[in-house]
Nanobody, 123 residues
């Protein structure tokens, strides 16, 4: 069982930065690939970024490449999403997810999900 709790969301002006954190419970965190997703009102959930259990592999949605960076600290059971050069279209609820299969996250699937944190970017 893995429980995920996101934090770090908030209101920021366009061009600003935020760092999201996702803290995981459980001793098996390092076995899981981790991902970030987002969902805006009236829209489907979309993939943002994913990282393998060892951090050796990362993957990003085209819309965030070069602006967002996913990382993890297995000693702290935490995955991060550094978001720079934020745009109003980045406004969403951001969720983290965990899955034993990295490929599942790329399909917007995850076995465990957090409750989400709101990110609002003003123009």
């Amino acid at each position: 069982q893995v429980q995920l709790v996101e934090s770090g969301g908030g209101l920021v002006q366009a061009g600003g930065s935020l760092r999201l954190s996702c803290a995981a419970s459980g001793r098996t965190f390092s076995s899981y690939a981790m991902g970030w997703f987002r969902q805006a009102p009236g829209k489907q959930r979309e993939f943002v970024a994913a990282i393998s259990w060892s951090s050796a592999t990362t993957n990003y949605a085209d819309s965030v490449k070069g602006r967002f960076t996913i990382s993890r600290d297995n000693a702290k059971n935490t995955v991060y999403l550094q978001m720079n050069s934020l745009k109003p279209e980045d406004t969403s609820v951001y969720y983290c997810a965990a899955d034993l299969q990295f490929s599942e996250l790329l399909r917007s699937r995850g076995y465990y999900w957090g409750q989400g944190t709101q990110v609002t970017v003003s123009s």
